[in-house]
């Protein structure tokens, strides 16, 4: 069995001849750096977070600034080359990179300025949510972000964005205010609510489908300290329908996600539970410091707990947990799905496949996305199900070729058993690159309306290197 992910071995991918002359325009037109496959840092360049795509992109250029943007945007469509846009480089299916075409790196972009008297943030498309937590943090603030803080904002807030604090402020996209942005035309404008509305409506969920996001400008909450940690259980189906019932009462400020994985030799966990498969809640308080014991208590008591660390600590430190275990490098494979009810036959599903977790890097999150999430009306934003109660990822990850085969196989039989159980659609951000016949189910409702965008902004599909809505035509 091929996979997508496994098909694009370097020795198979194309060689294109870029036009020498429209390579020295460019080279001539961008202050960062042109990376072409002679170049001494190429094979390092071309490197992305999932060690699965290996790919050979006929030119890379580390923008240094939004002029460079514009140049490579208008580079890459008078070329007619694929255009692979990297943020923070996360995309499990391998968007920020491809082979043959133009990746435009926005790493080098990492410019952040906080506005605490407005509660605004302003940071530019190549940041991570650990710099901007770490930046926001000095004053007591913080948004909706990843709980990886190695992710890039831009993807992650491109597809909605889901994390500790999604059931108090939204999603990321929900604290969207406004965003630069490069259109496919080679045209810089700034969106918002009350500015080019299609587009920042697009943007909300859309991915990057719609042009380069130079910068992003967030609304800020008062998020000090958070009172949170990790809790483990045995694998039981009983630990996820009380958890269920639990967060659904539970104030906004208490953000949490379930997680099942296999036990990783954590100091606080006895050592008989190391390598076992396991339930666990992540949870996050974000109220008052001193009622975060008593709001965390019931999701202690879910069942028998195998070992816990929660603890008062900055707002940052929660979205780095899970950081060690997932290095860059590491080969994963992803699918997802929404859920509104956990029914007890899904429950049934989870359990069984869960209890064969292969890796102790991999793991299956459900992500609560009601709370604040819910309060935004549906049509608000491109982000279409926001009447699921979670978004559910498998993620499998693993570090040997080797195992390739026996890894994507656990995640599509998993994936496979809760279908019956779950919504059409998923969350983009959790597909995989076999998902792009999912891409309308995922926006439901609003898919016709973002193909009229999409027609608008990017008629020619420059940017296609994503879970793409075709432009008519
Ligand atoms: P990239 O690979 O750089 O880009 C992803 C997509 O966005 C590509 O299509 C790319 O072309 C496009 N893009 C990137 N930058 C721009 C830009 N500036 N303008 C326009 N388009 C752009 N998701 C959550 O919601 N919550 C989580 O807690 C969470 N945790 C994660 C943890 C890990 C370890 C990983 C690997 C992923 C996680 N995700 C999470 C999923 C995450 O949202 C996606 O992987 C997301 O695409 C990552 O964004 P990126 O900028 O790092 O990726």
Redesign the pocket.
């Known amino acids: 069995m091929t996979h997508p992910e496994l098909a694009t071995a370097p020795a198979a991918a194309p060689r294109v001849r870029l036009s020498e002359s429209a390579v020295q325009r460019l080279r001539a037109a961008v202050r960062g750096e042109l990376i072409e496959p002679e170049h001494a840092a190429y094979e390092e360049a071309r490197q992305?977070?999932?060690a699965m795509h290996d790919r050979r992109p006929a030119l890379i250029v580390h923008a240094a600034g939004v002029a460079d943007i514009l140049a490579v945007v208008r580079f890459a469509a008078e070329q007619g080359l694929a255009l692979?846009?990297?943020?923070?480089?996360?995309?499990?299916?391998?968007?920020?990179?491809c082979d043959g075409g133009v990746v435009l790196d926005?790493r080098r972009l990492r410019g952040i300025r906080v506005d605490p008297a407005r509660r605004r943030v302003r940071a530019e498309?190549?940041c991570?949510?650990g710099e901007l937590d770490h930046a926001t943090n000095a004053f007591g603030l913080a948004t909706t972000?990843?709980?990886?803080s190695?992710?890039?904002?831009?993807?992650?807030t491109?597809?909605?964005?889901?994390?500790y604090l999604s059931r108090r402020c939204g999603?990321?996209c929900d604290n969207l205010v406004s965003a630069d942005?490069v259109t496919a035309d080679g045209r810089f404008v700034t969106c918002s609510e009350t500015r080019e509305e299609d587009l920042f409506w697009a943007l909300r969920g859309g991915?990057?489908?719609?042009?380069?996001?130079?910068s992003?400008e967030y609304r800020l909450h008062q998020v000090g300290d958070i009172y949170g940690g990790a809790i483990f259980f045995p694998v039981e189906g009983d630990i996820l329908r009380s958890f269920q019932d639990r967060i659904a009462g539970a104030p906004r400020k208490l953000g949490a996600?379930f997680a099942f994985t296999k036990a990783a030799p954590l100091p606080f966990l006895p050592a008989e539970w190391h390598g076992k498969p396991v339930c666990a809640v992540i949870a996050c308080w974000s109220g008052a410091i001193e009622r975060g014991e008593k709001a965390v208590a019931p999701l202690r008591r879910l069942g028998p707990v195998a070992g816990a660390f929660i603890d008062r600590m900055p707002y940052p430190q929660i979205?780095t947990l899970?950081d060690e275990l997932?290095p860059a490098g590491l080969r994963?494979y992803?699918k997802g799905n929404f859920v509104r009810r956990l029914t007890d036959e899904a429950i049934a599903a989870h359990v069984d496949h869960a209890a064969r977790t292969p890796t102790i890097e991999s793991g299956t999150?459900l992500?609560p996305i009601d709370g604040a999430c819910h309060a935004v009306a549906p049509e608000a934003t491109a982000f279409a199900t926001r009447d699921a109660r979670f978004?559910t990822?498998i993620?499998g990850?693993w570090p040997d070729r080797a195992d390739d085969e026996a890894n994507v196989r656990w995640v599509r039989e998993y994936w496979a058993a809760l279908r019956p159980h779950s919504e059409e659609g998923g969350?983009?951000?959790?597909m995989s690159a076999d998902d792009q016949d999912r891409v309308e189910s995922n926006y439901g409702g609003h898919y016709q309306r973002l193909v009229a965008i999409k027609s608008r902004y990017d008629p020619a599909n420059l940017?296609r290197?994503?879970?793409n809505i075709r432009p008519l035509a």
Do not use: D, K
């Open positions: 992305v977070y999932n692979a846009v990297r943020g923070g480089g996360h995309s499990v299916p391998g968007f920020g990179t926005l498309g190549g991570t949510w972000g990843g709980v990886v190695t992710t890039g904002i831009a993807g992650l491109l597809g909605g964005g889901m994390g999603l990321s942005v991915g990057g489908n719609f042009g380069v996001v130079t992003f996600v979205n899970f997932l994963q992803w999150f992500v978004s990822v993620a990850a969350y983009v951000n959790f940017f290197v994503n879970h």
